[in-house]
């Protein structure tokens, strides 16, 4: 796989990529009057199609983000809505663009008051863009509140104000919006949480910058999406036999057995050929009384479990769900990274390298490692802090591995610099096993031959989607159950 997201239409840009592509569309003669003027257009047709005539407020600020109100404005007026334009500083400071498009429009411009708001049913949020630094105070700020307090429905222009485009974070308050629509391509802001609940319903529309701009930013950032790795699926071959298929080496806890059985049945399901649990001898006529097609190895001490890893066939190896924080589950994880083995690490496999990860991060070959860390764990084993991106992807630099952070937008990096933003996670997921699922799919797609960083994303998304399909009452058993279903989508999406 490249080392960007170039061409696959779900690329990620920063606030600063945005604005490269911004001048980069200029620069080939589409002036930026035009682009200020098909954002409005996109924006009010997505508000024509979602509600019918109504006492509207636009809210604009001293920017561009200004600008596209007052096109909205005017176009809305056009359509025959009633309009009300509140501007957030003075007429007269307005500059390029927004000044131009001020000019055009011919109704009153009213000083931002939160009084302004009167008998409004619907709110055009275009007072900041998603390069806003600093925490919005004065009015904008009582104007937000009330927008909030009333519960109002509001349309975020490009991004709701008060939310950083690059991180998500809320810079002292933003617009709850029903509905947000950016251009071109989204940004972090949108998909991170709280930006991504506070967005609503996000939509990316076209204004006129061609794709091929993107060349000459090269985004390392996408949202993950079927189009970053189903080319590279492992789908199942007439040739195939079972250990063609892979064969992954899940170790067994003693008491928490659940987990390692969701793990397994987990990597069964998403194709591996073989699936062997790795357990206490104590533990093994509960692992052989649950599914028949599971290899259950016992176990007496950790000289078994390297003769294990010494089968060759035995590809990608798991280690953590339910294993017990113990010197044990330490050394199974370390021996199978020096074996070089591909190994993905979950849950207590984490948790016992706090404040000893250079043992393990030393030792671990690029392109061999996952890690899978809530954020509990991760602040365990990591020191870095900030926005979920970022902190993600310094890990993934610093311990060799693909981090998988996971959570509500779920984050994937590469030690390449790539990364993913998982986008499909239904709040169903929030419950227990559910992550020893994710886990389990990881490595069975591991071994069958997909790279680590495609694996963790596919396995994300495969997640998601297997859950989605559920609904409410979901449970971490009925999820591998799923997965056959999912695949079936997706093969008939790669034949369409």
């Not at 409004?120 to 700020?141: M, P, W």
């Not at 990591?382 to 310094?394: M, S, V």
Request: a positive charge; hydrophobic letters at 45%.
């Amino acid at each position: 796989m490249a080392k960007n997201f170039n061409g696959t239409g779900k690329e990620i840009l920063t606030v600063s990529e945005m604005y490269n592509a911004d001048q980069e569309a200029i620069k080939r003669g589409i002036s930026s009057s035009v682009l200020m003027e098909n954002a409005g257009v996109s924006v009010t047709n997505a508000i024509c199609e979602r509600w019918t005539k109504r006492q509207t407020t636009i809210l604009c600020g001293p920017g561009n983000n200004g600008g596209d109100g007052f096109v909205i404005a005017r176009l809305l007026f056009q359509k025959g809505w009633s309009i009300k334009v509140s501007l957030a500083g003075k007429r007269e400071s307005l500059k390029g663009d927004a000044a131009k498009n001020a000019e055009r429009w011919r109704g009153e411009i009213i000083p931002i008051d939160d009084l302004v708001l009167g008998d409004t049913a619907l709110v055009v949020d275009a007072l900041f863009g998603a390069g806003l630094v600093r925490e919005i105070e004065g009015s904008a700020l009582k104007i937000i509140k009330e927008i909030n307090k009333r519960g109002l429905p509001c349309v975020a222009v490009d991004i709701p104000s008060g939310v950083n485009g690059d991180t998500g974070s809320v810079l002292g308050a933003a617009p709850n919006c029903s509905l947000t629509v950016t251009f071109f391509r989204r940004k972090p802001g949108h998909l991170l949480f709280p930006g991504r609940e506070i967005c609503g319903e996000t939509i990316s529309t076209d204004i006129g910058i061609p794709k091929n701009v993107l060349n000459k930013i090269s985004p390392v950032t996408a949202e993950n999406h079927p189009k970053l790795w189903l080319s590279s699926f492992p789908w199942a071959k007439f040739s195939d036999h079972k250990y063609k298929r892979g064969h992954a080496l899940i170790a067994g806890g003693k008491t928490m057995t659940g987990a390692a059985r969701l793990a397994a049945r987990s990597a069964y399901r998403i194709g591996a050929g073989m699936v062997s649990i790795a357990a206490s001898p104590v533990a093994v006529p509960v692992y052989a009384n649950d599914d028949p097609c599971l290899v259950i190895c016992s176990i007496c001490e950790i000289p078994d479990f390297i003769k294990l890893l010494k089968d060759e066939r035995k590809n990608a190896v798991l280690i953590g769900p339910g294993s017990g924080v113990s010197q044990e589950t330490k050394e199974m994880a370390l021996l199978s990274v020096l074996e070089e083995k591909y190994t993905v690490l979950d849950a207590d496999a984490l948790t016992v390298f706090e404040g000893d990860t250079l043992t393990l991060f030393s030792k671990a070959k690029v392109g061999l490692l996952v890690l899978t860390p809530h954020e509990g764990e991760f602040a365990r084993l990591f020191n870095f802090t900030g926005d979920k991106l970022t902190k993600c992807r310094l890990a993934a630099a610093a311990s060799n591995s693909v981090v998988v952070l996971k959570g509500a937008d779920t984050v994937i990096a590469s030690p390449d610099g790539r990364a993913v933003i998982n986008f499909n996670s239904p709040a169903t997921l929030a419950t227990a096993g559910s992550g020893d699922v994710l886990a389990g799919l990881i490595v069975g797609l591991i071994a069958q031959g997909l790279s680590t960083f495609l694996a963790a994303s596919a396995a994300c998304w495969i997640h998601g989607a297997a859950a989605k399909k559920f609904g409410p009452g979901l449970i971490a058993s009925d999820l591998p159950e799923l997965v056959p279903k999912v695949l079936s989508d997706l093969n008939l999406l790669r034949n369409s």
